[in-house]
Nanobody, 120 residues
Framework: QVQLVESGGGLVQAGGSLRLSCAAS????????MTWYRQAPGKEREFVAG????????AYADSVKGRFTISRDNAKNTVYLQMNSLKPEDPAIYYC?????????????WGQGTQVTVSS
């Protein structure tokens, strides 16, 4: 069982920055691949960025590539999303997801989300 708690959302002007955090409970955080998703009103949840259990592999949606950076600190059981150059199309609820890195990963775990709002 993994519990995820996101934080760091808020209101920022276009062009500004925010850093989201996702703190995970449990002793096996380092065995989980972690992913950030977002969901804007009236839209489906979409992939934003992912990082492998070791931090050695990252992936980004084209819409955020070059602006967002995902990282993790396994000693702190936390994954981060540094968001720079925020745009009016970035506002959404941002969710953290954990999936075990084994071939049979079991269920996904989700946080409750954190709201990001960008003013133009």
């Amino acid at each position: 069982q993994v519990q995820l708690v996101e934080s760091g959302g808020g209101l920022v002007q276009a062009g500004g920055s925010l850093r989201l955090s996702c703190a995970a409970s449990g002793r096996t955080f380092s065995s989980y691949d972690m992913t950030w998703y977002r969901q804007a009103p009236g839209k489906e949840r979409e992939f934003v960025a992912g990082i492998s259990w070791s931090g050695g592999t990252t992936a980004y949606a084209d819409s955020v590539k070059g602006r967002f950076t995902i990282s993790r600190d396994n000693a702190k059981n936390t994954v981060y999303l540094q968001m720079n150059s925020l745009k009016p199309e970035d506002p959404a609820i941002y969710y953290c997801n954990a999936r075990h890195s084994s071939p049979n990963p079991g269920p996904d775990y989700w946080g409750q989300g954190t709201q990001v709002t960008v003013s133009s």
